[in-house]
Protein backbone atom coordinates (compact mmCIF):
# COMPACT_ATOMS: atom_id res chain seq x y z
CA UNK A 1 0.00 0.00 0.00
CA UNK A 2 1.67 3.49 -0.39
CA UNK A 3 2.06 5.24 2.39
CA UNK A 4 1.47 8.56 2.80
CA UNK A 5 4.53 11.51 2.91
CA UNK A 6 3.12 15.07 3.45
CA UNK A 7 6.18 17.39 2.19
CA UNK A 8 6.57 20.99 3.86
CA UNK A 9 8.88 23.19 2.09
CA UNK A 10 10.01 26.84 2.70
CA UNK A 11 12.59 28.89 4.11
CA UNK A 12 14.07 29.27 7.30
CA UNK A 13 12.30 30.69 10.20
CA UNK A 14 8.88 29.35 8.78
CA UNK A 15 7.96 27.50 11.44
CA UNK A 16 8.11 24.10 9.75
CA UNK A 17 9.49 22.17 12.05
CA UNK A 18 7.20 22.91 14.76
CA UNK A 19 4.39 22.67 12.48
CA UNK A 20 5.58 19.66 11.46
CA UNK A 21 6.14 17.76 14.47
CA UNK A 22 2.51 18.83 15.47
CA UNK A 23 0.81 17.44 12.32
CA UNK A 24 2.80 13.84 12.30
CA UNK A 25 1.70 13.65 16.19
CA UNK A 26 -2.41 14.32 15.25
CA UNK A 27 -1.68 12.09 11.95
CA UNK A 28 0.30 9.48 14.21
CA UNK A 29 2.44 9.18 11.59
CA UNK A 30 6.55 9.88 11.70
CA UNK A 31 8.20 13.06 11.16
CA UNK A 32 11.27 13.50 9.15
CA UNK A 33 13.92 16.57 9.81
CA UNK A 34 15.75 16.68 6.57
CA UNK A 35 17.25 19.68 7.68
CA UNK A 36 18.56 17.82 10.69
CA UNK A 37 20.54 15.67 7.84
CA UNK A 38 22.21 18.03 5.91
CA UNK A 39 23.19 19.93 9.47
CA UNK A 40 24.47 16.83 10.85
CA UNK A 41 27.07 16.68 7.49
CA UNK A 42 28.03 20.51 7.97
CA UNK A 43 29.25 19.09 11.51
CA UNK A 44 30.92 16.46 9.39
CA UNK A 45 32.56 19.14 7.94
CA UNK A 46 33.61 20.98 10.89
CA UNK A 47 34.81 17.68 12.77
CA UNK A 48 37.01 17.23 9.85
CA UNK A 49 38.21 21.12 9.41
CA UNK A 50 36.89 20.86 5.77
CA UNK A 51 35.31 24.09 4.16
CA UNK A 52 31.93 23.43 3.79
CA UNK A 53 32.08 25.15 0.87
CA UNK A 54 34.56 23.24 -1.05
CA UNK A 55 32.82 20.69 -3.00
CA UNK A 56 35.48 18.44 -3.60
CA UNK A 57 36.43 18.06 0.07
CA UNK A 58 33.19 17.67 1.37
CA UNK A 59 32.22 15.37 -1.49
CA UNK A 60 34.98 13.12 -0.40
CA UNK A 61 34.31 12.97 3.29
CA UNK A 62 30.90 11.05 2.37
CA UNK A 63 32.19 7.36 1.62
CA UNK A 64 33.78 7.72 5.52
CA UNK A 65 30.50 8.96 6.90
CA UNK A 66 27.34 7.76 7.99
CA UNK A 67 24.37 9.50 8.96
CA UNK A 68 21.33 6.84 10.66
CA UNK A 69 18.23 8.56 11.29
CA UNK A 70 16.97 6.48 14.00
CA UNK A 71 12.97 6.41 15.78
CA UNK A 72 12.64 5.84 19.29
CA UNK A 73 9.43 5.85 20.44
CA UNK A 74 7.75 7.94 17.53
CA UNK A 75 10.86 10.77 18.10
CA UNK A 76 13.41 11.33 15.33
CA UNK A 77 16.98 11.90 16.04
CA UNK A 78 20.21 11.58 13.65
CA UNK A 79 23.28 10.01 14.26
CA UNK A 80 26.38 11.20 12.38
CA UNK A 81 29.06 8.21 12.27
CA UNK A 82 26.74 6.57 15.48
CA UNK A 83 27.00 9.36 17.47
CA UNK A 84 23.58 11.57 18.61
CA UNK A 85 24.10 15.03 17.05
CA UNK A 86 21.68 16.92 19.01
CA UNK A 87 21.79 19.20 20.26
CA UNK A 88 24.89 20.50 18.51
CA UNK A 89 23.37 20.76 15.33
CA UNK A 90 20.90 23.10 16.67
CA UNK A 91 23.25 26.40 16.11
CA UNK A 92 22.72 29.57 13.66
CA UNK A 93 26.20 28.37 12.77
CA UNK A 94 25.56 24.83 12.10
CA UNK A 95 22.73 26.12 10.14
CA UNK A 96 25.29 28.27 7.28
CA UNK A 97 26.98 25.23 7.75
CA UNK A 98 24.63 22.92 6.79
CA UNK A 99 23.17 25.39 3.76
CA UNK A 100 26.77 25.27 2.47
CA UNK A 101 26.89 21.74 2.48
CA UNK A 102 23.84 21.16 1.23
CA UNK A 103 24.78 23.26 -2.43
CA UNK A 104 27.15 19.99 -3.44
CA UNK A 105 25.10 17.26 -5.74
CA UNK A 106 27.11 14.79 -3.88
CA UNK A 107 26.25 15.53 -0.48
CA UNK A 108 22.27 15.93 -1.98
CA UNK A 109 22.15 12.32 -3.70
CA UNK A 110 23.60 10.86 -0.34
CA UNK A 111 20.93 12.51 1.52
CA UNK A 112 17.94 12.76 -0.62
CA UNK A 113 18.29 8.63 -1.27
CA UNK A 114 18.29 7.76 2.25
CA UNK A 115 15.31 10.39 2.59
CA UNK A 116 13.49 8.23 -0.29
CA UNK A 117 14.14 4.95 1.76
CA UNK A 118 12.47 5.87 4.31
CA UNK A 119 9.10 7.84 2.80
CA UNK A 120 9.00 4.16 0.95
CA UNK A 121 8.68 2.58 4.26
CA UNK A 122 6.73 5.10 6.47
CA UNK A 123 4.32 7.39 6.89
CA UNK A 124 5.56 10.44 7.21
CA UNK A 125 5.83 14.34 7.37
CA UNK A 126 8.62 15.71 5.95
CA UNK A 127 10.29 19.29 5.86
CA UNK A 128 12.79 20.52 4.21
CA UNK A 129 13.38 22.94 1.14
CA UNK A 130 13.04 20.24 -2.08
CA UNK A 131 10.47 17.80 -1.15
CA UNK A 132 7.65 18.54 -3.08
CA UNK A 133 10.49 19.48 -5.89
CA UNK A 134 12.92 16.62 -5.82
CA UNK A 135 12.38 14.05 -2.99
CA UNK A 136 8.82 13.09 -3.53
CA UNK A 137 7.52 14.58 -6.64
CA UNK A 138 4.75 12.17 -7.01
CA UNK A 139 3.17 13.13 -3.60
CA UNK A 140 0.29 14.22 -3.84
CA UNK A 141 0.61 16.06 -0.34
CA UNK A 142 2.82 19.43 -0.44
CA UNK A 143 2.96 22.62 1.06
CA UNK A 144 5.31 25.45 0.99
CA UNK A 145 4.83 27.24 4.87
CA UNK A 146 6.43 30.86 4.71
CA UNK A 147 5.97 34.08 6.25
CA UNK A 148 7.54 37.52 6.09
CA UNK A 149 11.21 37.78 6.70
CA UNK A 150 10.32 40.08 9.19
CA UNK A 151 8.14 37.31 11.09
CA UNK A 152 10.71 34.72 10.53
CA UNK A 153 13.69 36.53 12.22
CA UNK A 154 11.08 37.79 14.75
CA UNK A 155 10.49 33.58 15.59
CA UNK A 156 13.96 32.38 15.14
CA UNK A 157 14.98 35.50 17.77
CA UNK A 158 12.50 34.49 20.14
CA UNK A 159 13.61 31.28 20.16
CA UNK A 160 17.31 32.41 20.55
CA UNK A 161 16.09 34.17 23.87
CA UNK A 162 14.26 30.87 25.03
CA UNK A 163 17.51 29.09 24.52
CA UNK A 164 19.28 31.28 26.59
CA UNK A 165 21.47 32.23 23.21
CA UNK A 166 21.17 35.90 22.85
CA UNK A 167 24.65 37.02 21.95
CA UNK A 168 23.62 38.11 18.87
CA UNK A 169 20.94 41.50 17.53
CA UNK A 170 17.37 41.11 16.36
CA UNK A 171 19.25 42.18 13.60
CA UNK A 172 22.11 40.24 12.90
CA UNK A 173 19.71 37.10 13.32
CA UNK A 174 17.53 38.56 10.20
CA UNK A 175 20.29 39.39 8.39
CA UNK A 176 21.54 35.78 8.63
CA UNK A 177 18.45 34.50 7.79
CA UNK A 178 17.97 36.82 4.58
CA UNK A 179 21.37 35.17 3.66
CA UNK A 180 20.79 31.42 4.38
CA UNK A 181 17.98 31.73 1.77
CA UNK A 182 19.39 33.77 -0.66
CA UNK A 183 21.37 30.80 -0.81
CA UNK A 184 19.28 28.20 -0.87
CA UNK A 185 17.20 29.97 -3.17
CA UNK A 186 20.06 30.52 -5.60
CA UNK A 187 21.98 27.47 -5.59
CA UNK A 188 22.29 25.19 -9.08
CA UNK A 189 21.32 22.03 -7.58
CA UNK A 190 17.74 21.52 -5.94
CA UNK A 191 16.75 25.38 -5.37
CA UNK A 192 14.41 26.34 -2.85
CA UNK A 193 11.09 26.55 -4.76
CA UNK A 194 7.68 25.92 -4.02
CA UNK A 195 6.67 22.96 -6.71
CA UNK A 196 4.08 23.64 -9.15
CA UNK A 197 1.54 21.76 -7.41
CA UNK A 198 1.99 22.57 -3.72
CA UNK A 199 0.05 24.83 -1.99
CA UNK A 200 1.43 27.95 -0.24
CA UNK A 201 0.60 28.37 3.30
CA UNK A 202 1.50 32.35 4.38
CA UNK A 203 1.71 31.68 7.95
CA UNK A 204 2.81 35.59 9.04
CA UNK A 205 -0.77 36.18 10.58
CA UNK A 206 -1.15 32.53 11.76
CA UNK A 207 -0.11 30.47 15.13
CA UNK A 208 0.59 27.10 14.80
CA UNK A 209 -2.56 25.68 15.94
CA UNK A 210 -4.20 27.29 12.89
CA UNK A 211 -1.67 26.10 10.34
CA UNK A 212 -2.20 22.67 11.93
CA UNK A 213 -5.83 22.35 11.52
CA UNK A 214 -5.23 24.27 7.77
CA UNK A 215 -3.24 21.13 6.47
CA UNK A 216 -5.43 18.85 7.80
CA UNK A 217 -8.46 19.69 6.53
CA UNK A 218 -5.84 20.30 3.03
CA UNK A 219 -4.42 16.71 3.36
CA UNK A 220 -8.10 15.63 4.26
CA UNK A 221 -9.64 17.51 0.57
CA UNK A 222 -6.50 16.08 -1.23
CA UNK A 223 -6.96 12.41 -0.10
O1 LIG B 1 15.65 23.36 7.94
P1 LIG B 1 17.04 23.63 8.46
O2 LIG B 1 17.27 25.03 8.90
O3 LIG B 1 17.44 22.65 9.52
O4 LIG B 1 18.01 23.33 7.22
C1 LIG B 1 19.38 23.65 7.24
C2 LIG B 1 19.88 23.84 5.81
O5 LIG B 1 19.88 22.56 5.15
C3 LIG B 1 19.02 24.72 4.92
O6 LIG B 1 19.40 26.08 4.99
C4 LIG B 1 19.26 24.15 3.53
O7 LIG B 1 20.40 24.72 2.92
C5 LIG B 1 19.56 22.70 3.78
N1 LIG B 1 18.45 21.84 3.43
C6 LIG B 1 18.31 21.47 2.11
N2 LIG B 1 17.33 20.60 1.74
C7 LIG B 1 16.48 20.10 2.67
C8 LIG B 1 16.59 20.49 4.02
C9 LIG B 1 17.59 21.38 4.37
O8 LIG B 1 19.05 21.92 1.25
N3 LIG B 1 15.56 19.22 2.28
Do not use: W
Not at 6 to 19: E, M, N, W
Not at 127 to 142: A, E, Q, S
Not at 144 to 162: H, K, N, W, Y
Amino acid sequence: QQKINIALDGPAGAGKSTIAKQLAQKLDILYLDTGAMYRALGLKAKKCGVDPKDRAKVEALLPDTRVDVIYQNGQMRVELDGENVEPAIRTQEMGMYASAVAAHPGVREYLVELQRKIALENDLVLDGRDIGTCVLPDTRYKFFITASLEERARRRFAELVQKGEKSESFEAVKAAMAQRDKADAEREFSPLSCADDAEVVDTTEMDIDEVVDFLIEAIDTRR
